[in-house]
């Protein structure tokens, strides 16, 4: 086998890709900007520029989900970071200063999904818009950013799976990974090559990014189609839901229930889902019990608009006034002299 230099930091080996010397930052007159935080700035984009178009495509103002994206931000970021630290608090615990180190990581994409969904529904009820309506509009945004922000971990050697050797392995120098995300079933199947060492795994931001692009395209396909609204969102749930509970269980870094075993993403995810189903299920069912009655009401108007437009009952008229020439031999009649009577 080939000797490979020690600069080669990602490696698809059945794909012959090789990344070499990754930053992961850079600086602007002495501050380091870290590409983590570009990605995510261009994912936002992203995603807006999505959300916008759906609304244009669907009657909205655009400009309302301009506003909408900032305060989803400010408020998905808290939401993202407390979900984060709920679930790992034993390692801030002991160190509360530590819950606000943004820059340390630790932000969790469902406790954003969380927050920001309800910072929509508080925006949608002040601007008197429909809930349901927004929500189908700002998934597609949502779901278009998770596909591009993804690649954030990519960047960052992170958010990887378990040892794998199927058509997408990767390798990571074990130099630049975090300590912290490294396993045992990693160690077993470490590889050394010309004095490199390498992990071998299951590049799972890169399957979450795929999954979440078809998510994206069935989004977009449906929104035209839906039979009402909310259903998107609840069709975002159970697409994005499905593909989450399978990559999570993937997953070496999975935030977990206390001393359960149990992955909270999985669990959350397999609830969205089966909720989401049901939601979807009777919102379809009412939609065709209120087509089924409205088609009798329209039948029933249209037989009572057709009983008004048929002819009447003929209704006999008054009879007309004695032709004049009647009526000038009766007043004859009454001047002429009565016959004398026979006296008895």
């Not at 698809?12 to 990344?19: D, E, Q, R, W, Y």
């Not at 935080?37 to 959300?51: K, P, Q």
């Not at 919102?283 to 009983?307: I, P, S, Y």
Request: glycine share 8%; net charge neutral; aromatic share 10%.
């Amino acid at each position: 086998m080939n000797c490979l230099p020690s600069a080669i930091d990602i490696w698809f080996i059945h794909l012959g890709l090789k990344l070499s010397d990754i930053k992961k930052s850079f600086q602007v007159f002495g501050f380091d900007i870290y590409f983590y935080g570009c990605v995510i700035a261009v994912s936002v984009l992203v995603g807006l520029l999505i959300a916008c178009h759906v609304a244009k495509k669907t009657g909205q103002n655009p400009e309302q989900y301009m506003e909408l994206v900032v305060y989803a931000i400010i408020f998905g970021i808290i939401g993202a970071r407390l979900y984060y630290v709920v679930f790992a608090w034993k390692d801030y615990k002991d160190n509360l200063a530590e819950i606000f180190n943004l820059r340390a990581g630790g932000l969790a994409i469902y406790g954003g999904v969380i927050a920001g969904a309800a910072t929509a529904i508080l925006y949608s009820r002040k601007k008197k818009l429909s809930p349901r309506l927004v929500l189908d509009t700002a998934c597609c945004g949502l779901i278009a950013g998770q596909c591009t922000g993804r690649w954030s971990n990519f960047i960052n050697m992170e958010a990887f799976g378990r040892y794998t050797d199927g058509p997408l392995a990767m390798r990571l120098n074990l130099a630049k990974v975090n300590p912290s995300m490294v396993s045992a079933e990693h160690m077993e199947h470490l590889i050394e090559l010309d004095g490199v060492r390498y992990i071998q795994v299951h590049p799972t931001f890169l399957y979450e990014s795929l999954w979440s692009l078809g998510v994206l395209l069935l989004l977009l396909f449906m929104t035209k189609r839906k039979k009402f609204d909310g259903q998107i969102f609840l069709l975002y749930l159970i697409g994005y839901g499905t593909g989450r509970f399978w990559i999570e269980g993937l997953r070496t870094d999975q935030l977990q229930i206390g001393s359960t075993g149990i992955a909270v993403s999985q669990l959350l995810s397999a609830v969205l889902v089966i909720a989401a189903v049901i939601l979807t299920v009777v919102g379809l069912r009412r939609q065709k019990l209120m087509a089924a009655a409205a088609e009798v009401l329209a039948g029933e108007l249209q037989k009572a608009v057709e009983t008004a437009r048929q002819p009447q009952e003929k209704i006999p008229e008054a009879p007309e006034e004695a032709p004049e020439a009647v009526r000038e031999a009766a007043e004859e009649a009454e001047k002429a002299p009565s016959e004398d009577l026979p006296e008895d």
